[in-house]
């Protein structure tokens, strides 16, 4: 595939990861992408690179536009590895370029992961460097999602590179939000955020207020395709989430041993489901916890169902919520249930667990010894029922 032209002067270099699956335990079935960014001008800049294994990749669409050699800046917008592997590979080729990064976090990143000596020059806010007709601004965006992350603003052309903030992880030949489907794209956004981007809900929103004043035309991200007629759109999205705006929608979520507790499980989703709550059934035997955790992100309700194993959890609910309580989730409303034999504790743990990561807990504990009979399957419905109403409420 050729670089491509996003805008005069600024061209798509970066990488196609067609076989990622798995990125920091996150499923990735479409794949993903590691974008980077070449501006032409007087001066030639490179923001940010890709991930090691495609260095060379990266530089042959570099060496479509321009001779690498002749690159002036490297922006390193951040240093995670699938924005910076390959970066000792670049500065080998292009010996004379500046090493733009981020005051203190960047420039201690920098330091601790390279060690090298590169001509480097850390920016803060309101820093910029001149091309020639474009200007790069620099607005770093803290935690969103490391100490070190900034964006790269080109004011000449309306063009904001975010680097992790908007992306998705979608690999495709095309490289435009128009070219491949709103719905696709929005539901690769809303799994990166729900995984990626969900505990900072609260940088999210100071960083849309700092870009308040931009006239943004076009975001390249670091991940997925970029968004050119669909920007408001995005930005809108991530206004939501960033203020844990929810839906009237329930999720429930369990393993089972023998099959009591999903009996229970089905019961509650009988109840919520007769009230015509939108509801959404997750066994941890089916489905991965990114697939759930998506779904989570804009739920109301999330009831979380265990049988009991060593006075505890079972291990794959332990799993989940070990991801959910990192994710930091706002405005949620928890319900923990489960089944044991002789001995209890495994609802009890979920309960804990859920009042740790955050959610307001239902008192009520559903919790039965051995097989629901017909009683506890309707004190399950009728709980069911009361979720719904709560996720309705709001």
Known sequence: MPAIALAPGLYWVGAIDWNMRDFHGYATPRGTTYNAYLVVDKKIALVDTVMAPFGQEMLDRVRQVVDPAKIDYVVVNHLE???????????????????????????????????????LK???????????????????????????????????????????????????????????????????????????????????????????DLNIKLI???????????????IEAYAAWGRGQTKPRVVVVYDTMWGSTERMARALVEGTTSEGVDTMLFSLKASHRTEIIKEVLEARVLAVGTPTLNNGMFPTVADFLCFLKGLKPKGKIGLAFGSYGWAGGGTRAVKNELQQAGL????????????????????????????ARRAREG
Request: some cysteine; glycine content about 8%.
């Open 360 to 387: 307001q807990v239902m008192e009520e504990e559903l919790s039965v010894k051995y097989v629901p009979d017909g009683e506890v399957l309707g004190r399950c419905f009728e709980t069911g029922r009361a979720l």
């Open 81 to 119: 590895m699938d924005h910076s592997g390959c970066l000792p590979y670049v500065m080998e080729v292009a010996r004379n370029a500046t090493v733009i990064t981020s005051q203190r976090f960047g420039e201690q990143a920098m330091e601790a992961t390279f060690h090298a000596r590169w001509n």
């Open 220 to 234: 390249g991200p670091s991940h997925g395709i970029v968004w050119r007629s669909h920007v408001k759109d995005i």
């Open 122 to 212: 850390p920016v803060k806010e309101g820093d910029s460097i001149n091309l020639g007709q474009r200007t790069l601004q620099f607005l770093p965006i803290p935690m969103l999602h490391w100490p070190d992350s900034m964006a790269t603003y080109i004011p000449e052309q309306n063009v904001l590179l975010p680097n992790d903030a908007f992306g998705q992880h979608l690999a495709s030949s095309q490289r435009f939000d128009d070219e491949i489907g709103l719905e696709m794209v929005m539901s690769e956004a809303t799994t990166y955020y729900a995984e990626i981007v969900m505990p900072y809900g609260d940088v999210v929103l100071r960083t849309l207020k700092k870009l308040g």
